[in-house]
């Protein structure tokens, strides 16, 4: 069995339902740290989530930028597995995320004492893992 991510009619990822479920709740569970609603609703009973595109896309944007703009690599780790994920939702949806081509600023909150503050690495990082998990997410 599984569950489909979609926008309207177009699926852009059908995964196994823990998979769906678990994303679901990662989802939710990123709201308060973007400190903006994802756009991703409730599965409602059709074995679907619906994708509001341009919100879940503002929402991938600032959890992007935070990541970039972090030192912290117990934080970086965290979201980092999720973004590459959402990451290939969002260019699924035919949306882009801003955060990845703009200049970025070090952060002054989540601050760790070990320096690893190298935002160009984190971006290769990040797209290089968004890229191995598009291929691995049938749509």
């Known amino acids: 069995m599984s569950k489909c991510f979609q926008v309207g009619d177009l699926v852009l990822w059908n995964p196994s339902n823990t998979v769906a479920q678990l994303f679901f709740r990662m989802t939710e569970a990123m709201v308060p740290v973007a400190g903006c609603p994802s756009g991703v609703g409730p599965d409602v009973g059709r074995d679907e989530y619906q994708i509001a595109p341009d919100t879940f896309a503002a929402f991938v944007d600032v959890l992007t930028a935070r990541y970039l703009s972090t030192n912290h690599p117990i934080l970086k780790s965290m979201i980092e597995g999720y973004l590459s994920t959402a990451l290939v939702l969002v260019r699924r949806s035919g949306l882009d995320v801003p955060a990845l081509d703009q200049?970025?600023?070090?952060?002054?909150?989540?601050?760790?004492?070990?320096?690893?503050?190298?935002?160009?690495?984190?971006?290769?990082?990040?797209?290089?893992?968004?890229?191995?998990?598009?291929?691995?997410?049938?749509?």
């Not at 600023?105 to 601050?111: G, K, L, N, P, Y």
């Not at 760790?112 to 990040?126: M, T």
């Open 103 to 139: 200049p970025v600023t070090r952060a002054s909150r989540d601050i760790s004492l070990r320096d690893a503050f190298d935002p160009d690495a984190d971006r290769q990082r990040l797209l290089s893992l968004a890229a191995s998990h598009a291929m691995a997410m049938p749509d």
